[in-house]
């Protein structure tokens, strides 16, 4: 299995910084990729950013050039730094990932979702 905690979260002004973490623990083996996601009030939520084992990134048009995903050595935390951040960004932050596909990993349980992090950011 795998457990997802998200932390780093508060309240900010407009145009400021904030850094998000993701502590992973677990089957984190399994972890085939990891994203952030963000859900606002009376929305679905949605996936804004991803990265890979090779490192390669891929992000939402709205935070592209202002967030960034990233990652430690151990592969055990992930993080997203938001910069420039926008009143529009006020959501309650979640990370989550894809199982890669083997026989090992597909017993594992999933569909885990942590309990998120509340950004606010004023204007």
């Known amino acids: 299995q795998l457990q997802l905690v998200e932390s780093g979260g508060g309240l900010v002004q407009s145009g400021g910084s904030l850094r998000l973490s993701c502590a992973a623990s677990?089957?984190?083996?399994?972890?085939?990729?990891m994203g952030w996601y963000r859900q606002v009030p009376g929305k679905e939520r949605e996936l804004i950013t991803f990265?890979?084992?090779?490192?390669?990134?891929n992000y939402l048009d709205s935070i592209k050039g202002r967030f960034s995903i990233g990652r430690d050595n151990a592969k055990t935390t992930w993080y997203l730094q938001m910069n420039s951040l926008k009143p529009e960004d006020t959501a309650v932050y979640y990370c989550?990932?894809?199982?890669?596909?083997?026989?090992?990993?597909?017993?594992?349980?999933?569909?885990?979702w942590g309990p998120g992090t509340q950004v606010i950011v004023s204007p």
């Open positions: 677990g089957d984190t083996h399994c972890i085939l990729t």
């Open positions: 989550n990932a894809d199982k890669i596909a083997t026989p090992t990993c597909a017993k594992t349980p999933w569909n885990y």
């Open positions: 990265i890979d084992r090779s490192g390669n990134t």
